[in-house]
T-cell receptor, first 112, second 112 residues
Framework: GESVGLHLPTLSVQEGDNSIINCAYSNSASDYFIWYKQESGKGPQFIIDIRSNMDKRQGQRVTVLLNKTVKHLSLQIAATQPGDSAVYFCAENGGNTGKLIFGQGTTLQVKP | EAQVTQNPRYLITVTGKKLTVTCSQNMNHEYMSWYRQDPGLGLRQIYYSMNVEVTDKGDVPEGYKVSRKEKRNFPLILESPSPNQTSLYFC???????????FGDGTRLSIL
């Protein structure tokens, strides 16, 4: 079946540096992708989304890049802050409006 | 305040004793969904509902039931819980499918 995977389970960055979290997806039918942030003891929190007709989308301090050719998704966080420490999940819809398939998650650790 | 509310937040029970986890949203969202989160397996979708009286299976529906009799509520029912259903459960809602989902704070179930 389809799967969404993240390249690294843990990413450690220095405060103020930029962070890049990667995600590979396998279902070429997926046309909607989302990044979520999950802090300890809380539910996932929406960060940014992108549709398959776009290559890039920017939010506040975050950018999502989509490369459909190699089925790769990335989340870039500018000027990473201690409050960015969390587990980050990418998710895809597998071409099905109702479904959402999550990756395993990358833990971002921000060093002061 | 816009929110997704799950109850109970924690429950320890025994095998075979029917239980219901309630989920309610106050955002007039059409779409609602249930997920379970397990270490090493990430978030997996159990069931979702695109609208009132419409429900569909996610990736791991076995052992669970849902109902969507009214827009705001989407209870998750475990008719005969088993230990392999011990997990952290999240309810989520969105305006419709392919829109960012808002998650509740989770329900931690332990089935002994």
């Amino acid at each position: 079946g389809e799967s969404v995977g993240l390249h690294l389970p843990t990413l450690s960055v220095q405060e103020g540096d930029n962070s890049i979290i990667n995600c590979a997806y396998s279902n070429s039918a997926s046309d909607y992708f989302i990044w979520y942030k999950q802090e300890s003891g809380k539910g996932p929190q929406f960060i940014i989304d992108i549709r398959s007709n776009m290559d890039k989308r920017q939010g506040q301090r975050v950018t999502v890049l989509l490369n459909k050719t190699v089925k790769h998704l990335s989340l870039q966080i500018a000027a990473t802050q201690p409050g960015d420490s969390a587990v980050y999940f990418c998710a895809e819809n597998g071409g099905n409006t109702g479904k959402l398939i999550f990756g395993q998650g990358t833990t971002l650790q921000v060093k002061p | 305040e816009a929110q997704v509310t799950q109850n109970p937040r924690y429950l320890i029970t025994v095998t075979g004793k029917k239980l219901t986890v309630t989920c309610s949203q106050n955002m007039n969202h059409e779409y609602m969904s249930w997920y379970r989160q397990d270490p090493g397996l990430g978030l997996r979708q159990i069931y979702y509902s695109m609208n009132v009286e419409v429900t569909d299976k996610g990736d791991v529906p076995e052992g669970y039931k849902v109902s969507r009799k009214e827009k705001r509520n989407f209870p998750l029912i475990l008719e005969s819980p088993s230990p392999n259903q011990t997990s952290l459960y999240f309810c989520a809602s969105s305006l419709w499918g392919d829109k960012p989902q808002h998650f509740g704070d989770g329900t931690r179930l332990s089935i002994l």
